[in-house]
DNA sequence: CTGAAAGCGCTTACAG
DNA sequence: CTGAAAGCGCTTACAG
């Protein structure tokens, strides 16, 4: 391992001028410069992080926060790995690197305690499990944390535009002449409330065209699993059989209420038309492909690593970024008469 | 910021001997050991991770790397997450924090200059680009490494157990009554030999039931993806239109490979038998429901964090890990006669 | 523009 | 069992 001391000693100056050149901090002159940079490449020096993090108390490391709520079945989430991918792209250009964090960390060790002793600089919040006492100490701590997820107090959280979409949604329905449209919502939660703005904009389109909003049509499922879509579905179909279109806050409730319906005897499209949103891998599996909403993982990732950096650097503006999604429009919604 | 110091001023020993007894190293008596961790607890001391890590030449940090080769559909792909998961439970038990690498870092320095840069310990090579040589760099530094995914010469590869699954999952086919049976593999990558060791299994299977093997019902996919299966199946058909029932060697081609025979009017399973491999998500979301087999995601990455750590330790004994899969019967499987 | 010196918080021989 | 001292590789005032 080369030392800045190294370099020193074979260049001939001292190991102050050498910092001054490497961290390109100073004032040098250009012999000194080139002869010095020439030595560092020549020997393959590269500097020594913990060293440098120790004195610039910096440790240029964003910590991310991935919990796994439904850990019984293991489902890889259809979002959060082309988020983190993006994100990780983002902030690596920035100087960053990614530490993913862990509860398990050292048998034991909190979100913070892990936090504080790796010096992270920032987090990002991309999926928690909901209202984490440990997450809210983390923020309370006063470490820089952005939210791709949940709405958490006091911090800022990048969100898709979950009301505006739904509303564009369900007017496409309606544009294909649908008026008996029901709503498959997932749980309604204060901090994630995309079933609840999904329903707002699920409302908005049926006022806007002239059509009752009738809250029978809407069904609350347990989770955001299949299974759950599949037990929704057929409550409101046991309540609603006249319905010929159904919006669904997700792709996976989506899929599961389509599982439904073909078990009894209902044909998608042509009985019962349907919207998703997420747009998800199984979107594209179901049979018919799912018409859906996109979100745009790369802007959301861009959305967070730029508010994030912000706030590292002082600049930590409370705000609720909202990013836009893509309409995708594929086989599950049929054209009555 | 409370330091090693403050503590030897609080509790009138030197720092020395306030090291000892924090680091569980070296003798202290009883009273010195109670009043300074008493002394530690009251004061929230925290153990400087860049000063610690400076001396130990020891960061406690185990690199991943999960490239995203198919970046344009942004597909997440089915194993990876949940076995990261598990992995990093298993390692942050052990003291080590994860370092999600990244080929973006500081706009261009390589894998191996991060790990240099960041003093990593251990790699987890999960899912990197095809013959990357940059993990070939990687790999000849002689950093630790471990690999979930390609076979990489001279490191040790946690795969699971594709000839002897295969074999079983063909044998099903056979039991049930079928004797025209297809193969739709992946491609063949001797480094990535999924498609290679499944064919195996499919050949075995058959031999052992004293079914000819002919490769006219084997058709190679050129990806992983669902486009690909469909367009496999095109060719597989229209070569051997008599075939009762397809083993894939993953569960997308397996989807896409039954989206082809719907489209041309075959019902699955009636007409066509699918077996797939992976249990991904999506496997309970097309119909009908697939049978098939189940990486252990858990099981792997157990495996893997073992392993690691056993070469981080200097117990580098060049091993390939066989990992048992789960037989998963569902749906897509028909007795015939 | 350049260097000597002190410092960061921690660890490790080495004496006592 | 305990402490003074030197060291890790790097950075930062401070003189010159």
Redesign the interface.
Known sequence: MVTISDLAKITGYSVSTVTRVLSHNGAANQEAEERILLAARLTGY??????H??QKRS?KLIG?I?E?ES?QN?????LF??I??AF???V??R?Y???????????GMSYM??C????VEGILIANSVYDDPEVADLVASGIPCVSAAEFIPGICTVVCENTLSSKKGVAHLIANGHTKIGYIAGPYQVRSPAAIERGEGYKQALKAAGITYDTKRIEKAEQWE?DAGYAACEKLFARCPDLTAVFCACD?LA?GAM?YL?KIGKRIPEDVSFVGFDD???S????PSLTTFRQN?EKIACACAQKLIDVINGNDEYEIVRVPVDFIERDSVARLN
Chains 1, 2 share one sequence.
């Open positions: 590269q500097s020594d992080t913990f060293s993090a120790e440790s991310i991935v796994n850990r293991e489902m890889e989430h259809p790995g082309g983190l991918d990780r792209d983002h690596g250009k100087g690197d990614i530490l993913y964090l862990s509860k398990s960390f050292n048998s305690e892990d504080r002793y790796r010096n299949l996976t899929v599982q073909r998800a891998l199984i594209l599996c179901c049979h993982r």
